[in-house]
């Protein structure tokens, strides 16, 4: 009969591709069970959205079948997403275990549909999806969402409307229609602290926030106020939007924000009749740049007037056409932005945390 | 990207009772007296704005003031609480360590 011992050295093997240590290193493997010769674990991953989950599985299968006596392997796949070390000292935001802004260094270049179909795509790889509109000059999750209620107040905070398996909060939420806002630093401040702190979120494992463009105050606010997983910055394929998202990059920089990622919104275009693929422009832009800077590339989305459509009658991408090529890229991002911050994570647990007793 | 790495401090801590001491990863090890760290609050009440003038009068200040607690601010940054109630400052690593320089009593471990 195999040992524990047997099945444990077989499975070190097996090395994460994004984390580079084997899984038991890694602490994935969990419940071992023998019996006779069949063997029975569970591998407990840091997100259910991992992008070599089937990979990582076969692996597991077939380094258990190699040991002598075996001849039944069973290998369940279960996954735990761990919190930002940063903030697992904090209390700011209880429940929540990485936050993850998208930005861009100018407007219009899809934030908000990229931030609302990776949440949804998130949230159908089984994690727990929270997002967070803090766009309060222009607040389009609510659209983007499909969501006409209002929230309301639970005990311990307003309770966020769920659409499409994602707890959405947003500025929208609180603003009549037409209403012109005007706000200054210490407005912002507070109501991202309202935000954070005045939600019942309950147990998240990504809180995306669509941040608004540029680098302003709530920038500021939200890099000062909570530990950050990293951040995502969206950008077009165009020079001189990359020049901007640029700009976006050094500001996180500055707030000690890691950035997990560049991703590359209306990046080419598919015809809707023949399904050739066509680059308007120069496709590939935000791919170098990442390069350059040093940085993941996390994907492209291709420019699909679906997605526009999609979008405006409240219906993300992700659900209504999931087979579309602009959906599919947004799985894969998804894969690949949880895949980042478990890296992060990973890293962050390896290196030593400022200590401080005072 | 590759920015300047800057060293980050590895622990923050008493070096008696009133005065803070930082243990930084380059080695160098940092005692910052209480008051000195209070005068040098980068808060925009203490410091205005737009032209960087220092708007915290010394005399202001109690001699005995001293941090009650001390806590981190995202991954950059550290936040204290004041005995005098004052808490609005945000010292970020580049900040103490800048200051590091111009103080007496520092000594280097390696
Ligand atoms: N890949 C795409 N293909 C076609 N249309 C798109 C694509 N991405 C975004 N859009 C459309 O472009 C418009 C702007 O997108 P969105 O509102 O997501 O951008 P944003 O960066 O959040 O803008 P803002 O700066 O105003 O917040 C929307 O009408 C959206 O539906
Ligand atoms: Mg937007």
Same mark, same amino acid.
């Given at each position: ?8 050295? %077989? ?15 890694? =602490? ?8 006779? =010769? %069949? ?7 840091? /997100?259910?959205?991992?992008?070599? *989950? ?5 692996? %597991? ?51 908000? /549909? ?36 209002? +929230?309301? +107040? ?10 499409? =398996? ?22 912002? /401040? ?81 015809? +809707? ?10 496709? =590939? ?18 420019? $699909? /007037? ?22 599919? $890229? ?8 949880? %895949? ?10 390896? $290196?030593?945390?400022? *200590?401080?007793?005072? | ?110």
């Amino acid at each position: 009969m195999p040992t524990e011992d047997q099945v444990l050295q %077989a499975l070190r093997q097996v090395i994460d591709p994004d984390l580079h240590r084997d899984i038991v290193t890694l =602490g994935f493997v969990k419940d071992v069970a023998i019996c006779e =010769g %069949a063997v029975k674990i569970t591998l407990e991953l840091t /997100t259910p959205a991992c992008p070599v *989950k089937d990979r990582l599985k076969e692996e %597991a299968e077939q380094a258990i079948r190699s040991i002598p006596g075996v001849d039944q392997v069973n290998v369940k796949m279960d996954a735990q997403v761990r919190p930002t070390l940063a903030q697992m000292g904090s209390m700011m935001i209880p429940g929540v275990r990485n936050v993850v802004p998208i930005g861009s260094g100018k407007g219009g270049v899809g934030k908000s /549909t990229v931030s609302a179909n990776i949440a949804v795509a998130l949230a159908q790889t089984g994690a727990r999806v929270g997002l967070m509109d803090a766009d309060v000059y222009g607040p389009s999750i609510p659209t983007i969402m499909g969501i006409t209620d209002a +929230p309301k +107040p639970g005990e311990k905070g307003i309770i966020p409307i769920e659409a499409y =398996g994602v707890k959405v909060i947003s500025m929208g939420f609180f603003l009549k229609p037409d209403q012109a806002v005007v706000w200054r630093g210490p407005m912002l /401040t507070k109501m991202i602290d309202q935000f954070l702190g005045g939600v019942e979120w309950g147990e998240i494992d990504y809180l995306i926030v669509d941040l608004p463009p540029g680098t302003g105050d709530i920038h500021l606010s939200l890099c000062q106020r909570i530990p950050l997983s990293g951040a995502a910055i969206v950008s077009t394929p165009q020079d001189v939007a990359l020049q901007v998202a640029q700009k976006a990059v050094i500001m996180f920089n500055q707030l000690k924000t890691p950035i997990l990622g560049l991703i590359e919104n209306m990046s080419y275009f598919v015809c +809707p009749h023949c399904g050739q693929r066509e680059n308007i422009f120069d496709t =590939g832009g935000a791919r170098r740049a990442a390069g350059r800077m040093n940085l993941p590339f996390l994907g492209e989305i291709p420019l $699909a /007037t679906r997605l526009r459509e999609t979008s405006d009658s409240g219906r993300p991408i992700v659900v209504s056409d999931p087979k579309s090529p602009a959906a599919v $890229a947004f799985q894969q991002i998804a894969r690949a932005l949880a %895949a980042q911050v478990s890296i992060r994570n990973a890293e962050e647990t390896a $290196a030593e945390p400022v *200590k401080i007793t005072f | 990207m590759a920015t300047p790495q800057i060293p980050t401090p590895v622990e923050i801590g008493r070096a008696n009772q009133h005065d803070v001491k930082i243990r930084w990863n380059d080695g160098r090890e940092i005692i910052y007296p209480a008051r000195r760290l209070r005068l040098a609050c980068p808060c925009a009440a203490c410091v205005e704005e737009m032209t960087g003038r220092r708007m915290l009068v010394e005399s202001a200040v109690p001699a005995e003031v001293h941090p009650l607690s001390i806590h981190a601010v995202g991954r950059y940054a550290i936040q204290i609480l004041w005995s005098d109630g004052h808490q609005t400052g945000i010292y970020t690593w580049e900040r103490l360590y800048e200051m590091a320089g111009q103080l007496p009593n520092s000594k280097i471990e390696r």
